[in-house]
């Protein structure tokens, strides 16, 4: 039990949203362990002033504190979202950013190793921010310049999980779906994604330099 009242107490917030009295509001709430690049890719579309296609329902795979499902729903007003991690600690921090904001019967949270454990319904879009490192060589190197490299975060070694996802989009997208991603440029370009699954067209990237990520847009043909 004071496990759980610790890690909910050291939790943080990212506010979607602000009044005009300078209040904050729409909160997601993260702990350090989950922030992962969320946020920063929320600021990038925010920033870029880049809007998504416009759609009824998203998934987003991997979601961790679930920043990037949370902020298209927030952006165009879903009313399904559905958020899939293997990951167990991330139910006490969705589930509070779920309650705060009255989503709980607009939100679905799945335990999942990739898709292996899903069979609710289809969606309009899959995001993600999957690992951006395919190798335990690439991994080291990393850990090497930074000790806090959390391999569960950064590694998918032969790209399993992407393999996981990609491969079963045609399992959770309805006709004409989305899969936007957020990933490396050199581990993990463009090519390496249509080349999991072909039927992918790639509709658009945007480039995140300085940092060494980008995100694209796919659509399931």
């Known amino acids: 039990m004071a496990s759980f009242f610790y890690f909910y107490y050291i939790m943080n917030a990212f506010y979607l949203e602000k009044s005009l ?31 998504l296609p416009k759609v009824n329902s998203a998934m987003e795979m991997g979601c961790g504190a679930g920043f990037m499902g949370f902020y298209i729903k927030y952006l165009q007003k879903l009313k399904k979202l559905v958020l899939i991690d293997n990951y167990e600690p991330v139910t ?5 950013t779920v309650k705060e ?48 490299a959390d391999e569960r ?26 899969v936007f991603l957020l990933e490396n440029k050199i581990a993990i370009p463009p090519e390496v994604i249509l080349g999991i699954n072909p039927k992918l067209k790639l509709l658009d990237i945007i480039d995140h330099t300085p940092s060494m990520t980008y995100s694209a847009l796919y659509q399931l043909t």
């Not at 989503?103 to 993600?128: F, Q, T």
């Not at 998918?156 to 779906?177: A, M, R, Y």
């Open 153 to 178: 975060t950064l590694l998918d070694e032969g790209l399993s999980l992407h393999t996981n996802f990609l491969g079963k989009l045609d399992k959770v997208l309805n006709p004409n779906g989305y």
């Open 21 to 51: 009295l300078g209040g904050e509001k729409i909160p997601i709430y993260y702990t350090p362990e989950l922030k992962g690049g969320g946020i920063f890719w929320c600021r990038e579309l925010i920033n870029k002033k880049y809007y």
């Open 92 to 96: 006490q921090v969705i589930n509070r």
């Open 101 to 148: 904001n009255s989503w709980e019967n607009e939100v679905e949270l799945h335990i999942s190793n990739g898709l292996d454990e899903y069979s609710s319904s289809r969606v309009d879009i899959v995001i993600a921010n999957p690992p951006h490192l395919t190798s335990v060589d690439e991994f080291k190197k990393i850990k090497k310049l930074n000790p806090a």
